[in-house]
Nanobody, 123 residues
């Protein structure tokens, strides 16, 4: 499985960005995709995930109401729609995938990783 992330950039606080993660080489009908982020000097943290088979979504509490995780089934692409961005959202965002359903936000559960894309939110 290969993951290609894109869409990062610089945005002012209160603005919006949409990240994309395109998956290729997927052979399983049951898998989950997720977004993680890592801010400077901090550990990588789970942000959002989607179980592909039923569309169930999971979000970090601090982004609920601001972020959503839509998908395009036909293109095997997951998005992270980020609204009302805050400076604390500044981080490198990574997409990840795992075989089987979503079982938790620990990064050790995810076998496949894309390259990071930088999101910078200015105050």
């Amino acid at each position: 499985v290969q993951l290609q992330a894109s869409g990062g950039g610089l945005v002012q606080a209160g603005g919006s960005l949409r990240l994309s993660c395109a998956a290729s080489g997927v052979t399983s009908s049951s898998y989950a995709m997720a977004w993680f982020r890592q801010a400077p000097g901090k550990e990588r943290e789970f942000v959002a995930a989607i179980s592909w088979s039923d569309g169930s979504t999971y979000l970090l509490n601090s982004v609920k109401g601001r972020f959503t995780i839509p998908r395009d089934n036909a293109e095997n692409t997951m998005y992270l729609q980020m609204n009302n961005l805050k400076p604390d959202d500044t981080a490198v965002y990574y997409c990840a995938a795992k075989d089987g359903p979503f079982v938790g936000g620990a990064f050790r559960f995810f076998e496949y990783w894309g390259q990071g894309t930088l999101v910078t939110v200015s105050s």
